[in-house]
C-alpha cells in the first residue's frame, strides 16, 4: 500500500501564505509526477500544479504566479508555496501521486485533503 499524508492547510487571511507538504511512503519503487488539485465547495475537483520526477512543472492558468511547486525525490515529498493567497483560493487541496509499487503495478494515488480557507 500507499499513502500520501498532506500538511500545512489552515486559515489565513488574504494576501498571507501557506506551504503545503505531502508525503509519500510504503510500497513505493518508483514516483513519477507528483501534484496538487484543489476542490472548491460545489465544484469539481480540478488541477492546481504538477511536477514531473525530472523536476519540470506544469500550472493550471490560475494560480501561475502565485503558487510553486516543487519537490525532494530524496525524500518523496511535494510541495506547494501559496502566496498572495485569495478567499477565491478557498478549497480542499489533494496531492496525488503517479507511483509504480514495490509490486510492479502503477497506478496514482491520493492524499485525503487539506483544508485551506483564506478569509477576506
Known amino acids: 500500500q500507499v499513502q500520501l499524508v498532506e500538511s500545512g492547510g489552515g486559515l489565513v487571511q488574504a494576501g498571507g501564505s501557506l506551504r503545503l507538504s505531502c508525503a509519500a511512503s510504503?510500497?513505493?519503487?518508483?514516483?513519477?509526477?507528483m501534484g496538487w488539485y484543489r476542490q472548491a465547495p460545489g465544484k469539481q475537483r480540478e488541477l492546481v500544479a504538477t511536477i514531473t520526477s525530472g523536476g519540470s512543472t506544469n500550472y493550471a492558468d490560475s494560480w501561475k504566479g502565485r503558487f510553486t511547486v516543487s519537490r525532494d525525490n530524496l525524500k518523496n515529498t511535494v510541495h506547494l508555496q501559496m502566496n498572495s493567497l485569495k478567499p477565491e483560493d478557498t478549497a480542499v487541496y489533494y496531492c496525488?501521486?503517479?507511483?509504480?509499487?514495490?509490486?510492479?503495478?502503477?497506478?496514482?494515488?491520493w492524499g485525503q485533503g487539506t483544508q485551506v480557507t483564506v478569509s477576506s
Open positions: 496525488n501521486a503517479d507511483v509504480m509499487t514495490t509490486s510492479y503495478s502503477r497506478r496514482e494515488y
Open positions: 510504503g510500497s513505493i519503487l518508483g514516483l513519477y509526477a
